[in-house]
């Protein structure tokens, strides 16, 4: 027998902390771990241009045939002009490919996959330290060794930028560099333009291979500014990939629609690389579920839904803000001693918050309050009703 001995997998850090809040019969209870936007309902909405550009997939799709294996081209041209900017030169230049993946999970796996088909042997993927909970195990299960790079500064709630360049410089060429583009997850704390132009500086210098994920386009300052980092390493290196995903930008979490796009040196190199991220793609899911694609080409498409998706996009990040802000106020007001102003600081929906494992436990346990071991929470998962009381429990367990 294969499997009649096995014991349970350990559950995911984050999605089995919903399950455990699902079954959480105390009324007052708030989840703060999983990774999605809630509006002031604790409601994960459906944009208004989403619905409307739903509604016009469905009124005029005729069939339900396979897409190619790397995804539909007017897809693909969208993708491109999000993330590089209309008429970039990489992208007019024939650098640019892109393939349509299973949100930007699918992305990272489906590069890490070829990446360890051409890489050396003993390279390395080097990641943040703390990053997103799946970014080691994605590379691990490609045969990746994942190792850190310094980059959260504890005392300081802020970036550990000096240790981050130092341990940059020393990174061999042909390793592996994931970098987050912005909104960084799990602490909120990004590079500025100028750090960005140092970090491609190096990776150009070092010749290591950036990896850059890009998930939350749109919910830091804005669509356009927050690709400064993608574009800083453009500049700098001669390949690089980029995983992106229209999962909170266009709220489209369980349509999972993503992309993987590589850059190369030329049209050439950047035509036989991409012949061999299609042949992944078919030995591990064929081609890509269309709805979700279809739905954000349907919205770029048209001027009208593209200025409605705009503010959708800064409606949520507003919010965000707002609840950052609305967070530290309302703890200095209940006399918490300790400095939560580094909350306004941060950008996209998640924060380091400072809270110790023994303090996350105690929330836990006598408040059903749930948060990430380490202290991270969904800043997008506060709402007004729930506001007050989770500042209480934070004061009582502080």
């Not at 969208?78 to 650098?95: E, N, S, Y």
Request: charged letters at 25%.
């Amino acid at each position: 027998m294969i499997y009649d001995q096995l014991a349970p997998a350990p559950p995911d850090a984050i999605l089995g902390l919903t399950e455990a809040f699902k079954k959480d019969p105390n009324p007052a209870k708030v989840n703060l771990g999983v990774g999605v936007y809630q509006d002031d309902q604790g409601v994960t909405p459906i944009m208004p241009s989403v619905k409307a550009a739903e509604e016009r997939v469905l009124a005029s799709e005729k069939s339900k045939t396979y897409q190619s294996i790397s995804g539909a081209p007017e897809y693909k041209a969208h993708v491109q002009a999000l993330l590089f900017g209309p008429d970039h030169a990489a992208v007019q230049a024939g650098r640019v490919r892109t393939a349509h993946t299973p949100g930007g999970t699918g992305g990272l796996r489906v590069g890490a996959e070829f990446l360890k088909q051409v890489a050396a042997p003993g390279t390395k993927v080097w990641v943040s330290t703390p990053t997103w909970a799946n970014h080691p195990g994605i590379f691990s299960a490609a045969g990746f060794e994942v190792v850190p790079y310094p980059y959260y500064h504890a005392e300081s709630k802020g970036l550990d930028f000096a240790g981050m360049v130092e341990t940059l410089d020393a990174i061999p060429a042909g390793d592996i560099v994931l970098l987050h583009v912005c909104c960084h997850n799990p602490t909120g704390v990004d590079l500025s333009r100028d750090q960005w132009r140092e970090v491609a500086t190096i990776a150009g210098r070092r010749g290591w291979f950036p990896f850059l994920d890009f998930a939350y386009q749109g919910l830091g300052d804005d669509l356009e500014n927050d690709r400064a980092g993608l574009l800083a390493m453009v500049d700098a290196v001669p390949e690089l990939f980029v995983a992106s995903s229209f999962s909170k930008n266009f709220g489209l979490y369980r349509d999972r629609t993503g992309a993987l796009s590589l850059l190369g040196k030329d049209t050439a190199s950047a035509d036989a690389a991409f012949s061999h991220v299609e042949k992944n793609i078919r030995v591990i899911y064929s081609n890509p579920p269309a709805h979700g694609g279809l739905i954000v080409t349907a919205i770029l498409n048209d001027p009208d839904l593209r200025a409605q998706w705009d503010t959708d996009v800064r409606e949520i990040r507003d919010r965000i803000r707002s609840v950052r802000s609305q967070f530290v106020k309302k703890l200095k007001e209940r006399g918490v001693q300790r400095d939560f102003s580094f909350i306004e600081k941060q950008k996209g929906m998640f924060s380091f918050s400072g809270l110790t494992d023994e303090q996350v436990q105690r929330l836990r346990e006598e408040k059903s309050i749930y948060i990430v071991k380490g202290g991270r929470i969904n800043v997008a998962g506060i709402t007004s009703a729930k506001m007050d009381y989770l500042c209480d429990a934070i004061a009582e367990v502080l």
